[in-house]
C-alpha cells in the first residue's frame, strides 16, 4: 500500500490488561518505527525494526511492552500488564532508510 | 543530549499574512533535519528533509530552510487549511540508532 496502515484505531483496556496494536508498513518499505505521542505532541521513540529484525530498541520499557515484524505479517506491538501512564497515541512510521519515516494515523490507547 | 526547541508554540496569522516557524537543535552530529505537519486526530504529514547548512526546500506556500543551529519554516501567503501543528524532528549522526528526537511543534492558526 502507498500508506502505513494502523489498527485498531482506539482502543480500550482495563489497567492489568494486555494490548496489542498492528501496523502495516508502506509497500516496499524494509525500516518500521513505533513512537508514543503523549501529553501535547511528545513523541517518545520506542523501537525501529530493518525488516524482521530489530534494529534499535533503546527506547522500550523492557518489562511489559514487545514487538515484532515477521514476513508476511502486520507488524504489531504489545504491552502485558497495561498501566494508566500508557494512555497514549502510538504511531508506527516506515521507510525505505533510515532518514524519511513515514507516519500512519495513529492508535489511541486508552488505559481505565 | 540531543535537543529540538521550537519557537512560538502558538501562532495566529490572518489569511494571507507571511511569517515563519523556527527550530533551533542542538545534536552531536546532524544526519538529517525533518518537518512534518500534524493535523488533529491524524499522523505527522511529511513534508522535507534537509542535510546540510545552506540547503533550501520549497513545496507550495512553504519553504525550509537549514543553518548549522536552526532551521526555519517559511509560510507565504497563509491560507486557512495552512492550519496544523508543524513538528521539526533530527536524526542525529552516529550509533546504532535510526531514531527522530522531535520538538513540540509549532500550532498555526490561519485566520480567514
Known amino acids: 500500500g502507498e500508506e502505513v496502515a494502523q489498527t485498531p484505531k482506539h482502543l480500550v483496556r482495563g489497567e492489568g490488561q494486555k494490548a496489542k496494536l498492528y501496523c502495516a508498513p508502506i509497500?516496499?518499505?524494509?525500516?518500521v518505527f513505533w513512537y508514543q505521542q503523549v501529553l501535547k505532541n511528545e513523541f517518545k521513540f520506542l523501537i525501529s525494526?530493518?525488516?524482521?529484525?530489530?534494529?534499535?530498541e533503546t527506547g522500550m520499557p523492557k518489562e511489559r511492552f514487545s514487538a515484532k515484524c515477521l514476513p508476511n505479517s502486520p507488524c504489531s506491538l504489545e504491552i502485558q500488564a497495561t498501566k494508566l501512564e500508557d494512555s497514549a497515541v502510538y504511531f508506527c512510521?516506515?521507510?525505505?532508510?533510515?532518514?524519511?519515516?513515514?507516519f500512519g494515523p495513529g492508535t489511541r490507547l486508552t488505559v481505565l | 543530549e540531543d535537543q529540538v526547541t521550537q519557537s512560538p508554540e502558538a501562532l495566529r496569522l490572518q489569511e494571507g499574512e507571511s511569517s515563519s516557524l523556527n527550530c533551533s537543535y542542538t545534536?552531536?552530529?546532524?544526519?538529517?533535519l525533518f518537518w512534518y505537519r500534524q493535523d488533529p486526530g491524524k499522523g505527522p504529514e511529511f513534508l522535507f528533509t534537509l542535510y546540510s547548512a545552506g540547503e533550501e526546500k520549497e513545496k507550495e506556500r512553504l519553504k525550509a530552510t537549514l543553518t548549522k543551529k536552526e532551521s526555519f519554516l517559511h509560510i507565504t501567503a497563509p491560507k486557512p487549511e495552512d492550519s496544523a501543528t508543524y513538528l521539526c524532528?533530527?536524526?542525529?549522526?552516529?550509533?546504532?540508532?535510526?531514531?527522530?528526537?522531535f520538538g513540540t511543534g509549532t500550532l498555526l492558526a490561519v485566520q480567514p
Open positions: 545534536v552531536s552530529g546532524l544526519r538529517g
Open positions: 525494526f530493518q525488516n524482521e529484525n530489530v534494529f534499535d
Open positions: 524532528a533530527v536524526h542525529p549522526h552516529g550509533g546504532a540508532t535510526n531514531k527522530l528526537i
Open positions: 512510521a516506515s521507510g525505505t532508510s533510515t532518514d524519511t519515516q513515514y
Open positions: 509497500k516496499g518499505h524494509s525500516y
